[in-house]
């Protein structure tokens, strides 16, 4: 029976009986964490080859007979940028690739900009000293609003819609603010939503009019490949895109092997126009003679070409599967009969996206963490931390195991309506 059809003596025979399963799952003493996108070891070993597949000297040298070994090529070995460009269908030249992290790559493209500007026909004007805001959609990534928060740059909050972030605010904003100066958007398998950006989201920002000449669309190409079922979201090409519509200087574009290979030994890189490249690499290369270029190489022999790749990823996606299907499952179990909370099913990335009854979502999360179940905090896919209607959790299937994902989602469920209960008892 749906919670709101419920009268309070129903609504408190029920919380009793829910209160007793939680004392039933305290005494396991369960440890459980569903808190970060990560791979689990299956995940991990299906690259352990690629750690073996450079031994000899010779194996060290890339196409140009530059010796990986050493220092040089800042901007990286041409079989690698190569891979990504057919992958990513990009310009070779119009791409760096760098070191493990594409949030570093983030976060060290805005610091760039706030202490040297970026590139306009007028010259780059550092952001430092000006009142810089970003348009952050929501429920969005901790990370990206942690990298704004680091800097002192003020965040707005735009909804994420079915289509991706709400234009018709966006191209509101944009036109009337010239201080605001950035836009995150995780535009495949949004992080947490799981939605893709339409063809026509991407259209219109690619042809955004922003009063700031010197406005960035931080495109964090995180899932562009990483399906889990066989039907994938297609995704329109924004570099394309925006020079097509006369704003090619618009995009930075970001993206890592960190979920295809080792999160911490993947490799990262950031496209861009010709200008962007060129004032970056003005800038980076007081910062490293080069990045390394053994783990390109190793990336390069061990995938080969961008089929490979997509290959590769369906061996992730036939681990990844079951475990979103437990977690969906759970949910059509035992929260829709109730009434308790909506979600969306993605076709592909690492999360999934619960936005259960407003003001309960804290006190879920605080319940969960008193049987040992370890979430993303209530609050994080927001900036500063704040959901203002106190209502979403991010839920990261991917790192346990299945038979304690189970587990998990079915404390996670429990909890959920004991809050949902205690709210509409107002106890």
């Not at 080859?49 to 196409?63: F, H, K, Q, T």
């Not at 234009?167 to 958007?185: N, T």
């Not at 955004?208 to 964090?220: E, Q, V, Y």
């Not at 861009?272 to 080069?290: C, E, H, L, P, W």
Request: net charge neutral.
């Amino acid at each position: 029976m749906n919670y709101r059809e419920m009268n309070p003596s129903q609504l408190a025979s029920e919380l009793e009986g829910l209160r007793k399963k939680y004392e039933d799952y305290k005494a396991l003493g369960l440890k459980l964490d569903m808190s970060r996108g990560k791979p689990d070891s299956e995940q991990l070993d299906l690259s352990q080859g690629m750690l073996n597949i450079v031994s000899d000297p010779a194996e060290c040298v890339s196409e140009n007979g530059f010796d990986c070994r050493n220092y040089g090529l800042m901007d990286g070995i041409p079989e690698s940028k190569r891979l990504f460009s057919e992958l990513l269908d990009i310009p070779a030249d119009n791409m760096i690739v760098c070191g493990n992290s594409s949030l570093n790559l983030m976060y060290d493209a805005v610091a760039r900009a706030m202490i040297y500007g970026v590139y306009t026909k007028n010259g780059c004007k550092p952001w430092f000293g000006q009142n810089v805001k970003f348009i952050c959609p929501v429920p969005g990534y901790d990370r990206h609003f942690g990298i704004c928060e680091s800097l002192g740059i003020g965040m707005i909050n735009v909804d994420m819609t079915e289509t991706g972030p709400d234009m018709d605010a966006v191209e509101a904003l944009v036109a009337d603010d010239a201080s605001i100066k950035g836009i995150w958007v995780v535009p495949k398998y949004s992080n947490p939503c799981g939605t893709t950006c339409s063809d026509e989201t991407v259209r219109r920002l690619a042809g955004l009019k922003p009063a700031a000449p010197d406005f960035r669309i931080f495109w964090d190409n995180a899932y562009i490949i990483h399906d889990i079922y066989e039907k994938s979201d297609p995704l329109l090409n924004l570099f394309t895109e925006a020079a097509r519509m006369g704003n090619p200087d618009m995009p930075l574009i970001f993206f890592s092997t960190s979920k295809i290979t080792f999160p911490g030994a993947g490799v990262a890189l950031v496209a861009a126009s010709d200008n962007n490249i060129n004032q970056f690499k003005s800038v980076m290369k007081y910062q490293t003679i080069g990045f390394d270029k053994l783990n390109q190489i190793r990336h390069v022999k061990f995938f080969k070409n961008a089929g490979r790749i997509r290959e590769h990823m369906k061996l992730h996606a036939a681990l990844l599967r079951p475990k979103f299907d437990a977690v969906l499952a759970a949910f059509e179990r035992e929260l829709k009969p109730v009434g308790v909370g909506e979600w969306f099913a993605p076709r592909g990335g690492y999360f999934i996206s619960l936005n259960l009854p407003d003001g309960t979502a804290r006190r879920t999360f605080d319940l969960c963490n008193g049987l040992g179940l370890k979430l993303t905090d209530a609050g994080a896919t927001f900036p500063y931390g704040k959901d203002p209607l106190d209502r979403n959790l991010r839920i990261a299937p991917s790192y346990p195991a299945l038979p304690e994902l189970e587990k998990a989602s079915a404390v996670l469920c429990l909890c959920a309506k004991i809050a949902a209960v205690e709210k509409a008892l107002a106890c």
